[in-house]
């Protein structure tokens, strides 16, 4: 019997895997700290055979070169990946034998990479799981736009197919084990479930149940910007990381604390985000431990500023850095651990801002505050706080100044995002408050929301609120909500005044998807208008199963 173990890299939503029988065994996109990928091994009690890259990786960096070093097992990496080192090209069709009866047999699944390639665990000729890689991951597939921006439409439509490759050759219940979807920023889409088979995502995967145009478009629409150090990462794994150094860094005390961050260098509180807002070194930033560290510290760090950690615990420390040479931040220039009364000289002391949720914002009210949205494009774009100020995390840094003078109240989705940047803007000497909550309460508080789900829609026109439908003639004749008013957002575009329906009532305005609507409602907030949109359009209208009416008597 065959056996599967998976090795978890939550920090950055990806798994390895360790596979085998009773003798051999091959450990697929291992993680940069081998040591777990050995003692896994040695529990198997196995030798290890192979290791085996789906890809040169965009995202983290690989342990597989020295994992194949240390243990003399070949190091198999797709032929069409261009690196520096000595490796066995593995090309479409290719079988990799761990032991007699058990196998990898390669297939070549481009679209992540030009050059992915997905390994199909085979024992005794029958499939029983395929290691996708960035190919077919849980729902989606890996996005395909880390390589060059001119192959990215090209790639999207490999990943199509190479989707539909997989399908159509492995049987229902093989396994599908990719390495990323867990929260990966390489996943194109929103993947969930820890666990799935071919049949399933024949049912399920968007590459699977949409056509190739459909596919494609929706995908690129969806893709967000990528981590800046995903730029040196593929690079790095191409010419060969150095072995991986794990040692305690040197240890640093209250002055040169100081010293460093007059230096203007990084020093990084693993702290929990409540721990730090109640006190820490001013100048100090909070990247949380039990976060994405790792993604989040890397995307916004200077590629090679020194940085120093500021820990609990000496365990705390260790496992951060373990996580932060998983993305190429080898060696902390300096660290220290306990808490801030440690890391102050005498004399100074320590910062504190306040935490509140949204339903103590929308007590306080928003006027006289900046409402800061640090959330993705994509995230913003299904709905936020009306006037809110928008720069997602991975800016904040570099567009301080485009902040307003007064309090900031910060937001994300959950409060980890939020908290990082409200570090920052501490450190820059502002006024913060860091908003510690979930998204979905600023509504539910009855914070004022500049974009609607159709339920809420409906919930709006019911008060009052006129449903503006902004489509052109021909659509809205071919189905709109009965108790709609007709405005084509070309008309409005034009100058046209609103139809007298419209009244001067509030204004939910709908579309098709979501897009013409926001456009529409922005021109006519502009105008001095109450206007909020409808996220999703009539597409999500009809899909939340609300009435629609066909013919074109206007309303």
């Known amino acids: 019997m065959s056996f599967v173990d998976t090795i978890e890299v939550p920090g950055l939503g990806n798994r390895g895997y360790l596979a085998g029988g009773a003798h051999g065994a091959v450990a697929v996109d291992p993680p940069r700290d081998i040591d777990r990928v050995i003692e896994a091994v040695a529990r198997r009690g196995v030798r290890l055979t192979h290791v085996v890259e789906t890809h040169v990786h965009n995202d983290y960096v690989s342990g597989g070169l020295e994992l194949a070093r240390l243990t003399g097992a070949a190091y198999a990496v797709p032929a069409g990946a261009r690196v520096a080192y000595e490796r066995v090209p593995v090309a479409d069709g290719d079988v990799l034998e761990i032991e007699p009866g058990l196998a990898l047999r390669a297939l070549a699944t481009p679209g992540h990479t030009p050059h992915h390639t997905s390994y199909v665990l085979e024992e005794a000729g029958r499939a029983t799981a395929v290691f996708t890689g960035g190919s077919l991951l849980i729902g989606t597939v890996g996005r395909p736009d880390l390589v060059e921006p001119r192959l990215t439409g090209e790639l999207a439509r490999a990943q199509h197919a190479s989707a539909h490759r997989l399908a159509a050759e492995l049987p229902d219940g093989t396994a599908v084990l990719p390495t990323h979807g867990f929260g990966s920023f390489c996943s194109a889409g929103d993947a969930s479930g820890t666990a799935t088979t071919i049949g399933r995502e024949r049912a399920v995967n968007e590459a699977l149940v949409k056509d190739v145009d459909t596919f494609v478009a929706e995908l690129l629409a969806g893709l967000d910007d990528v981590p800046a150090y995903y730029a040196h990462m593929g690079p790095l794994n191409s010419r060969g990381p150095d072995p991986v150094d794990l040692t305690p860094p040197r240890r640093a005390d209250a002055e040169e604390i100081a010293a460093r961050l007059a230096a203007g260098e990084w020093v990084v509180d693993l702290r929990t985000r409540v721990a730090f807002a109640e006190g820490h070194v001013p100048g100090t930033l909070n990247f949380a431990a039990d976060g994405q560290l790792a993604t989040y510290l890397a995307w916004l760090l200077p590629w090679g500023k020194p940085v120093t950690l500021l820990a609990e615990s000496a365990a705390q420390l260790a496992a951060a850095q373990r996580e932060l040479t998983r993305v190429g931040i080898d060696r902390p220039a300096a660290a220290a651990t306990g808490a801030p009364r440690a890391w102050l000289r005498a004399g100074d002391e320590p910062r504190s801002f306040p935490r509140a949720t949204f339903a103590e914002l929308a007590a306080r009210g928003t006027r006289g505050v900046v409402v800061l949205d640090v959330r993705r494009d994509t995230e913003r774009a299904g709905g936020h706080i009306r006037g809110s100020l928008h720069i997602p995390l991975h800016q904040v840094r570099e567009r301080l100044g485009e902040i307003p003078g007064g309090?900031?109240?910060?937001?994300?989705?959950?409060?980890?995002?939020?908290?990082?940047?409200?570090?920052?803007?501490?450190?820059?000497?502002?006024?913060?408050?860091?908003?510690?909550?979930?998204?979905?309460?600023?509504?539910?508080?009855?914070?004022?929301?500049?974009?609607?789900?159709?339920?809420?829609?409906?919930?709006?026109?019911?008060?009052?609120?006129?449903?503006?439908?902004?489509?052109?003639?021909?659509?809205?004749?071919?189905?709109?909500?009965?108790?709609?008013?007709?405005?084509?957002?070309?008309?409005?575009?034009?100058?046209?005044?609103?139809?007298?329906?419209?009244?001067?009532?509030?204004?939910?305005?709908?579309?098709?998807?979501?897009?013409?609507?926001?456009?529409?409602?922005?021109?006519?907030?502009?105008?001095?208008?109450?206007?909020?949109?409808?996220?999703?359009?009539?597409?999500?209208?009809?899909?939340?199963?609300?009435?629609?009416?066909?013919?074109?008597?206007?309303?």
């Open 407 to 555: 309090t900031v109240w910060v937001h994300c989705a959950g409060g980890l995002r939020a908290a990082v940047a409200a570090s920052l803007l501490d450190a820059a000497g502002r006024d913060v408050v860091a908003v510690d909550d979930g998204f979905a309460a600023a509504g539910e508080a009855g914070l004022p929301m500049a974009r609607l789900s159709p339920a809420e829609a409906r919930e709006r026109t019911a008060a009052g609120a006129v449903l503006l439908d902004v489509r052109e003639a021909g659509e809205w004749a071919a189905g709109h909500a009965p108790q709609a008013v007709h405005a084509p957002l070309s008309a409005l575009a034009a100058g046209a005044p609103l139809p007298p329906a419209a009244g001067d009532r509030p204004l939910v305005v709908i579309c098709r998807s979501g897009v013409r609507s926001r456009e529409a409602a922005a021109l006519l907030t502009a105008r001095g208008l109450d206007a909020v949109d409808v996220v999703g359009g009539m597409t999500a209208w009809r899909a939340a199963g609300l009435a629609v009416s066909s013919g074109d008597t206007p309303a």
